[in-house]
């Protein structure tokens, strides 16, 4: 079992780097006890990185996905080095933070947008999916063509009056309650969830959600929109940062 570190407030989606120990190794592919690698899920692609052993070059993390309660580290590296792992070894465990960082960026602005179109147009996202510096979500209708210039403008407000971000725990019946709970409706959370991990931009929007998110929208940064693209189901609507290489913000 992977203590899933990276999920416990919204700072631990900052740390890039950390200690962790070998418990137990798969062909190809390293398990730890606890990880900030980014398992492949709910629309945002895994993390990759490095796991190195003290004294000993780095091995490569190509892939990281979940299996059961364990988190799937798969590796390529010297064939000397892969030897040397064994069950509770201690390794440095570094992401590739620019990647990681992008993702943030765009997990939060995918968030933000689909609470905008729910807030100005009711239309309900049905899917997302974040890729490279973009990313892509489905609605359940047609989005008027006047509503673009609309949504860039909510983002150009998001960077000018920061909101923060907060993910937390909270009960289910919390959730259930939630104004806006309504606006992920089409994605019911099975029964058995409880507590909801939520992530919440402030004033804005509560979404259930595993994944790793920004500290306040403001470091979001500009955003283009595509044009509404007609699929079966309703608009595909895709986002691209402008300035996808953006620092982390120090502090
Ligand atoms: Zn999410």
């Known amino acids: 079992m992977t203590d899933l570190a990276y999920l416990t407030d919204i700072e631990a989606a900052y740390v890039r780097s950390f200690r962790a120990r070998v418990t137990a190794l798969p062909p190809g592919a390293i398990v730890l006890d606890q990880t900030y690698f980014y398992p492949t899920g709910g629309g945002q692609p895994n993390d990759r990185g490095t796991l190195q052993l003290a004294g000993l070059e780095p091995i490569d993390v190509v892939d990281v996905s979940k299996s059961g309660p364990s988190v799937v580290h798969r590796v390529r590296g010297s064939p000397v080095v892969l030897r040397q792992m064994s069950l509770g070894a201690e390794v440095e465990g570094t992401l590739d933070w620019e990647r990681r960082y992008r993702h943030m960026r765009l997990h939060t602005a995918q968030h933000l947008l689909s609470a905008r179109i729910f807030s100005r147009t009711r239309l309900r996202t049905r899917k997302a999916q974040l890729a490279g510096t973009g990313a892509s979500l489905d609605l359940e209708g047609a989005l008027g063509p006047e509503v673009l210039a609309l949504l860039e403008e909510d983002f150009a407000e998001a960077e000018r009056h920061p909101r ?70 309703g608009d595909r609507i895709t986002f691209s940062l402008v300035d996808p290489l953006r620092p982390t913000p120090t502090g």
Not at 174 to 180: A, G, L, S, T, V
């Open 164 to 233: 923060p971000v907060r993910a937390r725990l909270i009960p289910r019946a919390e959730w259930d309650r939630n104004p806006f709970a309504e606006r992920t409706g089409l994605v019911p959370l099975p029964s058995h969830v409880d507590p909801v991990r939520v992530v919440e931009i402030e004033s804005a929007d509560i979404c259930p959600c595993g994944g790793t998110h920004l500290r306040s929208t403001g470091e979001i940064g500009r955003v283009t929109l595509g044009p509404p693209v007609p699929t079966t189901g």
